[in-house]
Structures are given as structure tokens and as C-alpha cells.
């Protein structure tokens, strides 16, 4: 999804984003019941499905404008910390006890992250702070999702974010010139979509079925795949800077998921 987001830097933003989530319907239909068919948008809880799809939404368009103008791996790197905002909003939404670990965790993530943005300071290119806006609304995704999680399906919660998502892109459409895509450029725009949703999909399958400490470092193999396309797509070469705070966010996270799988917590997965 990454890749394709940022090959079609071209189309406007809420272009993008439209098509993203519009494709994205397809697999949310194919994992409705057949007996919810007509019933599945049902909801008590509109206020919170609100919250969570605005929060996703400005998570998700943070992290296109980021792809578009920073180096894959260090975009990718920076989403990692996901996981130590959340642990930040626990405290203020949840009224959680954070001890020391976590705590030592979330301080060193944010020295990683510091490492990560040093062009930031060096060349003031302010998109660097477009990653970290994603990890600041996701830590409002996963608050809202660790709540609905509780009394909603998971097709309904992604039908709601989703349905947004796409509200929010086509309403674009009379702010700014959209483009007719070619016939490559569409099949990209499918397995845009096609990869955002289902990668959502399993992803949140993943943790339902596996204890989080053994699904979430294959997860973290995407910066492996994202230095490969960056350097062979785009001659991107990631810094040394970058590669040493990236394992710092990442053992960062590590930290944090172990111990909230000690604790058996819902964990959730730290992408939108």
C-alpha cells in the first residue's frame, strides 16, 4: 500500500485517498455474515464509530503526504512508534497505571524518533512531523477500537472508518483537479485498495490468534521490505541515523507489547 501511495504522488491527496477506501469496501463485503447482511451497520455506539473513522482518517492522510515527500524506510520506521503514543493516551483516556518500563520504553522510542527526523532540523523539511501526526491519531484509533472492540464486529467498525474515508475524499473532488487515471495507474489504485484493507484485515486477525510477542516482530519485518523497494524503486539509501533509531522505536514498541501481553490487554495493531 505504501509502495503504490507513493508511485502516485501525481493524483491529488483526496484522489488517493478515495480510491483507497472506496476499493477497500470489497473485502469488508466478502467477511459480513450472511445473516447480518442487511443489519451489519447497526450501531449504539455512532458518537465513538465517529471518532475512531475522523481519527483514522487524519491519521491516514498524515501518512500519504508523508510518503510522498520522505524516503520510504524512514516513513515506515516512523509509524513504529504508534505503540508509545498509545501508551501516552492510555494514561489520559483510561486512566491507566504506567509503570516504569513502559514508561523507560516510551522515552526511549522518542529518542529513536528524534534520530529518524534529524533532517527535519538539518534541512527543514517539515513533512517529517507527518509520520508522528499518524502516530498521534492512531494513538486515538487504538483508544476508541480497545472500547468498541468490546460490543462491535470488526466489519462493522471497519465499515464505519471506511465509509468516511472515502466520504471525505470524494468530497475533494470540487477543491481540486482530479486526474483520469490510465489503465496501469488504475490497477495500481486496485491493489492500493486491495492491500490497505485486507493487510487491516489480517492484521487485526493476527493478534485474535497469536500472542502479540510472536505476530508483532514479523511485523516490523515491513522496514526490511521498505529499505528493498526504496533503494531499487526510488535509489533511496537509508541513513545510519536512521537504521539506529528505527531499532530503538522498535525495541521501544517491543517493550510496550510484552508487557501489555504480560498483562493481558488488548493489543492493538499499530497501523490504521
Not at 442487511?38 to 449504539?44: D, L, N
Not at 475512531?52 to 520522505?70: H, P, T
Not at 491493489?191 to 487491516?200: F, I, K, P
Request: hydrophobic residues 55%; glycine residues 6%; positive net charge.
Amino acid at each position: 500500500m505504501d509502495i503504490c501511495v507513493k508511485w502516485l504522488d501525481y493524483y491529488p491527496v483526496g484522489q488517493v485517498l478515495f480510491l483507497r477506501f472506496f476499493i477497500g469496501f470489497i473485502p469488508i463485503i466478502f467477511i459480513i455474515p450472511k445473516d447480518k447482511i442487511f443489519s451489519f451497520y447497526k450501531t449504539s455506539r455512532p458518537g465513538l464509530h465517529a471518532f475512531r473513522a475522523i481519527s483514522g482518517a487524519l491519521a491516514i492522510i498524515a501518512l500519504f503526504l508523508g510518503l510522498r515527500e520522505l524516503p520510504l524506510a524512514d516513513v515506515v520506521s516512523l509509524t513504529f512508534g504508534g505503540p508509545i503514543f498509545v501508551t501516552i493516551a492510555s494514561i489520559f483516556f483510561l486512566s491507566e497505571k504506567v509503570g516504569i518500563k513502559r514508561w523507560s520504553a516510551v522515552f526511549l522510542g522518542f529518542v529513536g524518533m528524534l534520530l529518524i527526523v534529524q533532517p527535519a532540523f538539518i534541512d527543514l523539511n517539515y513533512y517529517y512531523i507527518t509520520p508522528i501526526v499518524f502516530c498521534i491519531f492512531f494513538a486515538c484509533v487504538a483508544i476508541s477500537v480497545r472500547s468498541l472492540s468490546k460490543t462491535e464486529a470488526n466489519y462493522t467498525i471497519a465499515f464505519y472508518f471506511t465509509l468516511l474515508c472515502s466520504l471525505l475524499g470524494l468530497g475533494t473532488i470540487f477543491f481540486s483537479d482530479w486526474i483520469m487515471p490510465t489503465f496501469i495507474d488504475f490497477v495500481l489504485f486496485f491493489v492500493l485498495g486491495l492491500c490497505g484493507s485486507v493487510a487491516n484485515l489480517l492484521l487485526t486477525q493476527s493478534y485474535r490468534l497469536a500472542e502479540a510477542s510472536l505476530v508483532t516482530p514479523i511485523k516490523y519485518l515491513s522496514l526490511v521490505f521498505a529499505i528493498i523497494f526504496g533503494y531499487f524503486i526510488w535509489s533511496e539509501v537509508p541513513k545510519i541515523l536512521t537504521l539506529l533509531g528505527a531499532s530503538l522505536v522498535i525495541a521501544s514498541s517491543l517493550i510496550i507489547f510484552m508487557r501489555e501481553n504480560k498483562l493481558k490487554k488488548q493489543i492493538i495493531a499499530p497501523r490504521t
